[in-house]
């Protein structure tokens, strides 16, 4: 256990930190972070509209979610690129690169075929669904910037600066335009439902119990190393979007929502993440009946931000983060959560979330209630605080005798 802890402390959560800190993904995740207003207006009509159902009389606000939540698409396009220009370092081209991005995607987006010249359908195309397109297209932009701005054109000349800096955003903004136009009009290549296809697979594999395991693994591992959990919204993201928005479309339809690895699911729920990623409500309620003195101490400072689903104080105040004692439920915690909500889920003892809701800082068991619109979530959510903690208890009881025992020597020491 020794050598696995050094492994990962010495070498394995560096280098992985090193990968993330990576201009081209730290960038992308940046984005998911700054896309974040736009996701919880959606959030916050949605909401509404729950509420909306059992008071008709109130009027729709549906247009703020439509062009806010439901442009997400052109954002991220924009955001993405913006972000690329600005971890590369390149100021010059953070507001063109990320416009151009934005006509590329229009560009690609507009329907074809069956539904060509529908506005809806165009519109469509802008939202949620396809967040991956987004992605990959501000990307790509922001590959052809990069590459121009390497090039330090016109750098020396004796150009005013001001027609120097319209030339260097002209001719990046033209290759980039000329080349979509050429592959879209020119060679009738339907770029976007290229781009949709490519995820398809990643999309269905993560909507299915071991998908969900892994995600759900993932977060909770990185993050007892230290590593922000925000760095898998560039993966999870799109898929949880895309999942969610085929939900609401399916029930405004008269049909049953169907995919369960979705936001709402994974977060809102507060089930995968009761107290925040890695379940630690449990394991934080335990602390507040420590023998410890300190433990004690440290558990009733830390519970009022936990039953929030905030748990950055318990996982590196406990700490969780390396501490081999406690790390080990925390991963536990991870899969155990996905399979109790599958289970819950597909086999009807849970409604599958059908609404944009992500507010994960709402407590449970409101935000289960909420999200799900099933009072059932609230026997379901105790049932599952109690397996989590039973989880913590022989680990935590291991840690608490290290801590009595530091505390008996520092009594001595005196």
């Given at each position: 256990m020794d050598k696995f802890m050094n492994w990962l402390s010495n070498s394995f959560a560096p280098a992985a930190q090193k990968l993330f800190a990576r201009p081209w993904i730290s960038a992308v995740a940046s984005s998911m972070q700054k896309i974040i207003p736009f996701i919880l207006t959606g959030s916050v009509v949605y909401l509404y509209?729950?509420?909306?159902?059992?008071?008709p009389v109130l009027p729709s606000i549906m247009p703020i979610a439509n062009f806010?939540?439901?442009?997400?698409?052109?954002?991220?396009?924009?955001?993405?690129?913006?972000?690329?220009?600005?971890?590369?370092?390149?100021?010059?081209?953070?507001?063109?690169?990320?416009?151009?991005?934005?006509?590329?995607?229009?560009?690609?987006?507009?329907?074809?075929?069956?539904?060509?010249?529908?506005?809806?359908?165009?519109?469509?195309?802008?939202g949620p669904s396809g967040m991956a397109v987004g992605i990959i297209v501000g990307l790509l932009v922001a590959a052809i910037y990069?590459?121009?701005?390497?090039?330090?054109?016109?750098?020396?000349?004796?150009?005013?600066?001001?027609?120097?800096?319209?030339?260097?955003?002209?001719?990046?903004?033209?290759?980039?335009?000329?080349?979509?136009?050429?592959?879209?009009?020119?060679?009738?290549?339907?770029?976007?439902?290229?781009?949709?296809d490519m995820f398809m697979p990643v999309s269905a594999i993560a909507q299915t119990l071991p998908g969900f395991i892994v995600i759900s693994l993932l977060h909770a591992f990185f993050y007892t190393l230290g590593i922000s959990t925000w760095l898998w919204s560039a993966i999870t993201t799109p898929i949880f979007m895309a999942a969610i928005n085929e939900n609401v479309a399916a029930v405004a339809a008269g049909l049953p929502a169907t995919n369960i690895v979705t936001s709402e699911s994974f977060f809102t729920l507060a089930f995968i993440t009761m107290g925040g990623v890695c379940a630690t409500l449990g394991l934080n309620i335990l602390m507040c009946?420590?023998?410890?003195?300190?433990?004690?101490?440290?558990?009733?400072?830390?519970?009022?931000?936990?039953?929030?689903?905030?748990?950055?104080?318990?996982?590196?105040?406990?700490?969780?983060?390396?501490?081999?004692?406690?790390?080990?439920?925390?991963?536990?915690?991870?899969?155990?959560?996905?399979?109790?909500?599958?289970?819950?889920?597909?086999?009807?003892?849970?409604?599958?979330?059908?609404?944009?809701?992500?507010?994960?800082?709402?407590?449970?068991?409101?935000?289960?209630?909420?999200?799900?619109q099933d009072l059932r979530a609230i026997l379901w959510w105790a049932i599952l605080l109690v397996i989590y903690t039973a989880i913590w208890f022989p680990f935590f009881k291991v840690y608490e005798k290290g801590k009595l025992a530091e505390e008996a020597e520092a009594a001595e020491a005196k």
């Open positions: 509209k729950v509420i909306q159902s059992y008071v806010s939540f439901g442009l997400i698409t052109l954002i991220v396009t924009f955001v993405v690129c913006n972000q690329v220009m600005e971890k590369l370092k390149h100021p010059a081209y953070v507001i063109n690169s990320g416009l151009t991005a934005i006509g590329v995607l229009m560009m690609i987006a507009i329907p074809v075929g069956e539904n060509e010249g529908s506005l809806d359908a165009f519109l469509s195309n802008l990069n590459a121009w701005a390497k090039l330090d054109f016109l750098a020396d000349s004796s150009i005013p600066d001001f027609v120097t800096s319209w030339i260097n955003n002209i001719i990046p903004a033209f290759i980039s335009l000329l080349a979509t136009m050429i592959l879209v009009d020119g060679l009738g290549v339907r770029l976007y439902d290229i781009i949709i009946f420590s023998k410890s003195k300190q433990v004690k101490l440290l558990g009733r400072v830390f519970i009022v931000p936990s039953i929030f689903n905030i748990n950055e104080p318990v996982m590196f105040g406990a700490p969780v983060v390396f501490n081999p004692i406690l790390m080990l439920p925390a991963w536990i915690n991870a899969i155990v959560g996905p399979i109790y909500v599958w289970i819950l889920e597909s086999t009807g003892l849970l409604n599958i979330p059908s609404t944009i809701i992500q507010v994960g800082q709402v407590p449970a068991p409101i935000t289960s209630v909420m999200v799900t």
